[in-house]
């Protein structure tokens, strides 16, 4: 049955009519309380008590309008999705600032689940047909803000490890924290929720917090996140360098395996300065900044996804003695923790555990043109749909020296014009991202170029790059060691294939290469 809105006064009368109403007392339902410019979004089985409860806060009294969002067939489970998707949509719309706090909400299932699913996509239509929201959902779905809002539902076991630490800060005077996770078990989702767990939580709110991130591109968009947030503020979104002298009480850094040691880096001297304001001699490196900047720190790592030989090594984060924490929960990609061992077993040389995805699309192709034909078809359906590339060809068109960067068979294509944003800028779908300008960011659909500098040996069967094919000067500067140089590209390519949360489209230059990965879809 279709779903009822029913809207009051937010007064003493208005609770009056709520406790009259068929679903104002005894049902699951969920509510928006609002004026013209705030919104609160809440759940209650019995409404008339819960709004009554609301209208002692100041803050909700300022609130003038409440509307019953019910259904026949509402249970508690779906009334809790219902709330949790809205709160999650509708800071992303923008329509209203949000009055919510952002714990509470975790992702579980329950029965019938994807028929309320279903439901919550007209109950859109009908909050859109009354000026309560102003976007469509797959508009919204496609938005940094959505992807990497505070007020996302989280994991049980995102959840867990969010609250244990948050529990640690508040018992203790220092700490270190170490949060493990592959590519999509939500790091930088839980990174900006403890960000914005800090300033909601009695006896931690006053404390200063920031968030570092070591890539400029998703800080920039981290930072116009978080410009959008209630409570939170730009400029608590950090570059490494920003935190010296900061005397933070606490760092959260996400994506810590990209924090830098001095090798290969653009500026030594700006480098070596901050070592010294901080006592370091020139042997310091951001992971020191951090620590020598905060008293407690909760560092967001993945050692498989360092791709450059300036990245700390592994054996930095080991020596700090950091309480670990650990993400297993895969929730980017459709083809779920299967997909990324599969993604790890081919490039590892492994035997396979699975290679088929019943609700993942994953394609080798061998026609480049037919490749990004097919990501471009799927950005019509999808939108944020790119092709991305390992850093096998030079970038010509950086300094306007030709005209384009990459030719395959004929075909010619240019690398990515901003590293800022790069995934949302107006032409990056007839652009190729690299590495730098894609880590951290989610696509629906990636189409992947496996460059030449990765190829396969048939007769050793096994891997082989090719340094001089491999076009990252500050990548393997200094790299004396293949198999470094090796576990670096592999990483890379780890770390493109892992994107796509719908599917993943592959052309491989290599053709000895092309066909191994072939052969392991079988």
């Known amino acids: 049955m279709k779903g009822k809105i029913k809207t009051f006064e937010f007064s003493r009368s208005g609770f009056d009519e709520i406790k009259r109403y068929h679903f104002g007392v005894n049902w699951p339902s969920v509510y928006l309380i609002q004026n013209t410019k705030e919104i609160y979004i809440g759940e209650a089985v019995n409404v008339f008590n819960r709004s009554r409860q609301h209208y002692e806060s100041a803050d909700r009294r300022r609130l003038d309008t409440i509307h019953l969002i019910t259904d026949d067939e509402f249970n508690k489970s779906a009334a809790l999705d219902v709330e949790s998707l809205l709160i999650q949509y509708m800071i992303a719309d923008g329509k209203f600032v949000l009055q919510n706090k952002a714990s509470g909400l975790v992702d579980h299932n329950y029965f019938d689940k994807e028929k309320y699913r279903a439901k919550f996509d007209l109950l859109w239509d009908e909050l859109k047909e ?91 968009s981290l930072q116009k996140v978080f410009r959008k947030v209630p409570g939170l503020k730009t400029d608590m979104v950090i570059g490494p360098t920003d935190v010296v002298g900061g005397n933070y009480d606490v760092l959260v850094v996400d994506e810590s395996h990209r924090l830098r040691q001095r090798i290969n880096i653009t500026n030594f001297k700006s480098f070596d300065d901050a070592n010294s304001s901080l006592g370091l001699d020139k042997t310091g490196n951001e992971l020191d900044w951090i620590m020598k900047s905060s008293r407690y720190q909760i560092f967001f790592y993945d050692k498989n996804q360092s791709v450059k030989p300036s990245d700390i090594k592994p054996s930095a984060f080991e020596d700090i003695k950091a309480r670990p924490f650990y993400l297993t929960s895969q929730k980017r990609v459709l083809g779920g923790e299967e997909y990324i061992q599969f993604i790890d077993d081919v490039l590892s040389l492994k035997a396979l555990a699975q290679n088929k995805f019943e609700k993942y699309d994953f394609r080798i192709f061998d026609d480049i043109e037919e490749m990004i034909s097919g990501i471009k078809k799927k950005d019509e359906q999808y939108r944020l749909c790119r092709v991305v590339a390992g850093y096998a060809w030079e970038w010509k068109t950086q300094d306007g020296s030709d005209s384009y960067d990459i030719e395959i068979n004929g075909l010619r294509l240019v690398w990515n014009s901003t590293n800022s944003d790069w995934v949302n800028s107006p032409n990056a779908l007839n652009e190729v991202g690299c590495i730098h300008t894609i880590q951290g960011y989610d696509l629906n659909y990636t189409g992947v170029i496996i460059g030449p500098e990765l190829s396969y040996d048939k007769i050793s069967k096994k891997l082989v790059v090719d340094k001089e094919k491999y076009k990252d000067i500050n990548g393997k500067r200094s790299v004396n060691d293949p198999k470094e140089l090796e576990r670096y590209i592999i990483n890379i390519y780890k770390t493109l294939l892992t994107r796509g949360i719908v599917g993943t489209y592959v052309y491989i230059v290599d053709p000895a290469l092309r066909e191994y990965f072939k052969s392991r879809m079988l």
């Open 130 to 220: 009354m000026s309560l929201v102003k976007n469509e959902l797959v508009d919204i779905r496609n938005t940094n803000l959505f992807k990497f809002s505070p007020y996302k539902a989280l994991t049980e076991d995102q959840n867990n490890v969010g609250e244990e630490i948050l529990k640690h800060i508040k018992s203790s005077q220092s700490g270190t924290y170490i949060v493990n996770g592959g590519p999509g078990t939500g790091k930088t989702i839980l990174a900006t929720h403890l960000i914005k767990r800090f300033k909601e939580i009695e006896g931690l709110s006053n404390l200063k917090v920031g968030l570092v991130v070591p890539m400029t591109s998703l800080r920039s």
